[in-house]
């Protein structure tokens, strides 16, 4: 399992839920920026006479009538969200939320490093940021990470290890500091570094042995589908594609259908609902269709990752491999509270182009493959058997 600081747990784990990362809400920040308007409705529904309550609704009256008694909002709507049963329904305050929609903006506080966990439960750093307070103390890709502040990390979930870093549990703004303990080779030492707002790398490009680019997308931030774009258009003139979707929890939706767009000549990416209005998203024309490409997944693919990978999939533009994704095809819309706080609430859900639902399914690769630079290779003799096929 791999993480990045920017892409730490939420503050607060709501009623039980394991929200194992920032970007586990589909479509949710879509539908906050307003980036779902003008999506085209699908056999909307017959409007009743008597409609039922919209999902979530209980929620915010819980909220109104709290305010009205001199209560916490807030609590009043936790404890409705714990009553539901959904797990992707979560409440966030007027703070936590601003920092949910800078995280999905590109930006962060933290140290600039990525890492994972290794199989013996080490914890390595996997790249260090450019300008980062990491790269100006030194760290490097391939050292261990020991500690944060005192605190043991071997053996804990990446997500753990992010949020220590990141200070999540005393609200640590920029400029606070942070000890880390760090060994390279038999060399071990600490470092304080101090904290700093940073913008994220969702996407990142590099070329494997032979004809095949490596597109890396983190998470769906913006401006990421314009960059995968970009990437494709950048590669050599016959070179196969890895879109590598590991680990990548989501993010904005439209970015999703902006990278889909790169190598589908439009068409339809996926449908979705929002109580019940049946909608579309469909691809820009003039996508890339006929370099090979593998999309490459894991447990970690969730959400707007597992939209994409469940188009290129249904269409056949893409060989997919890895390890069945996570199953997260919910869609959330934020409702402001009376307070300034805000209820995620779950109001439908979204299928992929031939009509399968993902939400606690998940999507299982065509080719089977572990984890690790094994996949990547896996991936690029996949991708040498198709050239070979045009």
Same mark, same amino acid.
């Given at each position: 399992?791999? %993480? ?16 194992? &990362? ?26 009743? /006479?008597?409609?039922?309550?919209? *999902? +979530?609704?209980?929620? /915010? ?26 797990? =992707? ?14 995280? &999905? !903006? $590109?930006?962060?506080?933290?140290? +600039? ?9 080490? #914890? ?8 980062? *307070? ?8 391939? !050292? ?5 502040? $005192? @605190? ?7 997500? @753990? ?18 000890? &880390? ?7 071990? =030492? ?47 003139? %016959?070179?196969? #594609? ?21 190598? &589908? ?22 996508? !890339? ?11 970690? /693919? ?19 491999? $890895? ?5 997260? $095809? ?15 609430? /779950? ?12 939400d606690g399914r998940g999507i299982s690769p065509d080719l089977e493959v572990g984890d690790g630079d094994h996949a990547l290779e896996r991936a690029e003799t996949v991708l040498s058997g198709l050239g070979d096929a045009q």
């Amino acid at each position: 399992m791999s %993480g990045r600081e920017s892409f730490g747990q939420p503050r607060r784990l709501r009623h039980g839920a394991v929200l194992t &990362l920032l970007f586990t809400s589909v479509l949710v920040a879509g539908a906050a920026t307003g980036s779902f308007d003008g999506a085209a409705p699908v056999s909307p529904a017959a409007t009743p /006479t008597t409609r039922p309550k919209p *999902p +979530g609704e209980e929620v /915010t009256e819980a909220a109104a009538k709290a305010m009205a008694d001199g209560k916490s909002p807030m609590e009043a709507a936790e404890r409705a969200v714990s009553r539901s049963g959904d797990r =992707w329904s979560a409440v966030y305050s007027q703070g936590e939320f601003e920092e949910f929609e800078e995280a &999905l !903006d $590109g930006r962060y506080t933290g140290v +600039g490093l990525s890492a994972r966990r290794e199989s013996d439960g080490r #914890i390595e750093v996997t790249r260090v940021q450019p300008g980062s *307070p990491a790269a100006a103390a030194g760290v490097r890709t391939g !050292d261990r990470l020991r500690s944060v502040d $005192g @605190e043991d990390v071997d053996g804990r979930p990446v997500t @753990e290890v992010v949020s220590l870093l990141r200070g999540d549990a005393d609200d640590a703004p920029a400029g606070t500091a942070v000890r &880390l303990g760090l060994q390279r080779g038999a060399r071990t =030492w600490s470092r304080v570094v101090h904290r700093a707002r940073l913008s994220t790398d969702s996407v990142t490009v590099r070329r494997l042995t032979g004809r095949a680019v490596v597109i890396r997308v983190a998470a769906f931030t913006k401006g990421s589908g314009d960059a995968v774009r970009r990437a494709v258009d950048a590669a050599p003139r %016959g070179a196969g #594609i890895v879109l590598d979707l590991r680990d990548n929890s989501g993010g904005l939706v439209t970015e999703a259908v902006t990278a889909a767009s790169a190598f &589908l000549d439009g068409g339809l990416v996926a449908t979705y609902d929002v109580r019940g209005d049946q909608r579309v998203l469909r691809a820009e024309p003039g996508g !890339d269709t006929t370099r090979p490409l593998v999309a490459l997944v894991d447990g970690g /693919t969730m959400s707007a990752a597992e939209l994409l990978t469940g188009a290129l999939q249904d269409r056949g533009r893409a060989v997919v491999a $890895g390890t069945r994704t996570f199953g997260k $095809g919910s869609v959330q819309m934020p409702s402001r509270l009376p307070d300034g706080s805000v209820a995620e609430l /779950t109001v439908g859900h979204y299928r992929t182009p031939s009509g399968r639902g993902v939400d606690g399914r998940g999507i299982s690769p065509d080719l089977e493959v572990g984890d690790g630079d094994h996949a990547l290779e896996r991936a690029e003799t996949v991708l040498s058997g198709l050239g070979d096929a045009q």
